[in-house]
């Protein structure tokens, strides 16, 4: 080793200082595109949900303004309704007011006429005949209103029937 000059030692120590510095730059530099390609990535990701979270939003103002638009709809319709029942309403006490001015049996006694209610000269039994029919089944009316043909002498033996299941405490034996 003594034979070689100092200065080719120098050159051999500088050359290796640089490759080692070459060597930390190249590292150094693929570690930073590296790291800009992960924030890249992530960038993107971080677009899209914006964009996908951007859509819903539209979708959820859309159906907003639709479903304002159907309740703005219905008040509207309600209104009309509402209107359309006050002239119903308002024709048919007219009609009444007519019937009861034009009719030759409705005299100034009666305190009914001239009120202009609908139905004002109904029957006063109804309401009691009504309350007295609370206690009926609902399915027993139903059927009786669907089946207008009907043999009255085969209903009188059907009420026949339940009454003859019935016990003391009015419920049905089965």
């Known amino acids: 080793m003594n034979d070689i000059d100092w200065w080719v030692w120098l050159l051999i120590a500088l050359a290796a200082v640089l490759i080692v510095v070459a060597l930390v730059v190249a590292v150094r530099k693929a570690s930073e595109d590296h790291r800009r390609e992960q924030q890249r990535e992530k960038a993107t990701a971080l677009r899209d949900e914006a964009q996908e979270t951007r859509v819903e939003a539209q979708q959820t103002q859309a159906a ?12 509207l319709e309600a209104e009309r309704l509402d209107r359309e029942a006050a002239r119903a309403t308002q024709s048919a006490a007219e009609r009444a007011s007519e019937a ?5 049996d409705v005299t100034g006694d009666d ?6 209610e609908v139905g004002s000269d109904r029957d006063p039994d109804l309401d009691r005949r009504q309350e007295a029919d609370v206690d009926r089944d609902p399915d027993l009316d139903r059927r009786q209103e669907a089946d207008v043909d009907r043999d009255p002498d085969l209903d009188s033996r059907q009420e026949a029937d339940v009454d003859r299941n019935r016990s003391d405490d009015g419920n049905v034996a089965r």
């Open 64 to 75: 907003a303004a639709s479903a304002k638009a159907d309740a703005e709809e219905a008040r």
């Open 100 to 104: 009861d001015r034009v009719d030759p």
């Open 111 to 116: 305190p009914s006429p001239g009120d202009a």
